[in-house]
């Protein structure tokens, strides 16, 4: 017997729809073909392509070198791996500072180039104007305020950010721009709940406790591929950096004893 496992695909107005029914919203960074496939195929809601790549891809120690062809490469092959999920791609750093003319050339070459569903980009109140020309151009925008990783140079370091009113004021300025969702990064749980309640739009959180109306993680960190850092927030739900050491190790063993290839494993 045949059964039709096909997922109806997460649409843009099952942000809202989940926050409002209370089901919590599933998202996990994916930058390649394979891994975004077998993320969607395990049912995530939203796979977001993010200038993390910066970071655990490229290994560098910040996001700010990332660039947006490099955002447009990762963001094609994901959205071609999607058959369910709902993609979300980074603009990167000074893609969208500049002007708001530079934002929405850069998030219309993200949707035109690599059928992405939305962006994201960084910051609050002073970016409410740059998304508002985004959202009126069409493009479906997500928000990221608290830790903001393209910021870290005037920031000072990833830390906790824990003004309140700051915070309030930033999530509330994103709403009224026109955002569909707003990731809270590195928030203490009590001011996410707070934000959490105050606005209509579902908060995804990465660092921002459990009130969240949704959860991000970095999946190189969730399947403990990455070693580099591991923040407090992060759960490791696998170990991934083991199995490759030991699964290297065990083909090296047998390539050097010629116990690979068999057979079986050869032409006649
Ligand atoms: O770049 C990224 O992966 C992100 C998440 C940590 C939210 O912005």
């Given at each position: 017997m045949?059964?039709?496992?096909?997922?109806?695909?997460?649409a843009?107005?099952?942000f809202g729809?989940y926050?409002?029914?209370?089901?919590?919203i599933?998202?996990?960074?994916?930058?390649?073909?394979t891994?975004?496939?077998l993320?969607?195929a395990?049912?995530?809601?939203c796979l977001?392509v993010?200038d993390?790549l910066g970071?655990v891809?490229?290994?560098?120690?910040t996001t700010l070198r990332?660039?947006l062809g490099?955002?447009?490469?990762?963001?094609e092959?994901?959205?071609?791996a999607?058959?369910a999920?709902?993609?979300?791609a980074?603009?990167p750093f000074?893609?969208?500072q500049v002007?708001?003319?530079?934002?929405?050339?850069?998030a219309?070459?993200?949707?035109k180039q690599?059928?992405c569903?939305?962006?994201?980009?960084?910051?609050?109140?002073?970016?409410a104007?740059?998304?508002?020309?985004?959202?009126?151009?069409?493009?479906p925008?997500m928000?990221h305020?608290?830790l903001?990783p393209?910021?870290?140079?005037r920031?000072g370091g990833y830390k906790?950010?824990?003004?309140e009113?700051q915070?309030?004021?930033?999530?509330h300025?994103?709403?009224e721009?026109?955002v569909?969702?707003i990731v809270l990064e590195?928030?203490?749980?009590?001011?996410?709940?707070?934000?959490?309640a105050?606005?209509?739009?579902?908060?995804?959180?990465?660092?921002?406790?459990?009130?969240?109306?949704g959860?991000?993680l970095v999946?190189p960190d969730?399947?403990?591929l990455f070693?580099?850092?591991?923040?407090?927030?992060?759960?490791?739900?696998?170990?991934?950096?083991?199995?490759?050491?030991?699964?290297t190790?065990?083909?090296?063993?047998?390539?050097?004893t010629?116990?690979?290839?068999d057979?079986?494993?050869?032409?006649?």
């Amino acid at each position: 017997m045949t059964t039709n496992l096909a997922r109806v695909p997460f649409a843009l107005a099952d942000f809202g729809r989940y926050k409002r029914e209370g089901t919590k919203i599933t998202v996990l960074t994916a930058y390649d073909y394979t891994t975004a496939g077998l993320l969607d195929a395990a049912g995530v809601d939203c796979l977001l392509v993010g200038d993390s790549l910066g970071t655990v891809v490229q290994g560098r120690e910040t996001t700010l070198r990332v660039t947006l062809g490099q955002m447009l490469y990762h963001a094609e092959m994901v959205s071609r791996a999607a058959k369910a999920a709902f993609v979300v791609a980074d603009l990167p750093f000074l893609s969208y500072q500049v002007s708001a003319a530079q934002a929405v050339r850069s998030a219309g070459r993200m949707l035109k180039q690599t059928d992405c569903r939305a962006i994201k980009l960084e910051g609050g109140q002073t970016v409410a104007a740059t998304v508002r020309k985004v959202v009126q151009a069409g493009i479906p925008v997500m928000g990221h305020i608290g830790l903001t990783p393209q910021s870290v140079r005037r920031i000072g370091g990833y830390k906790v950010q824990r003004d309140e009113e700051q915070l309030l004021a930033d999530a509330h300025a994103l709403v009224e721009a026109g955002v569909f969702a707003i990731v809270l990064e590195c928030v203490p749980s009590g001011i996410a709940a707070k934000i959490t309640a105050a606005i209509e739009v579902p908060t995804i959180g990465i660092g921002a406790g459990p009130d969240c109306d949704g959860q991000v993680l970095v999946t190189p960190d969730m399947l403990g591929l990455f070693e580099g850092f591991q923040p407090k927030f992060v759960r490791r739900y696998a170990n991934l950096a083991e199995t490759i050491r030991e699964s290297t190790a065990a083909y090296l063993a047998d390539v050097r004893t010629s116990k690979f290839p068999d057979a079986g494993e050869s032409f006649r």
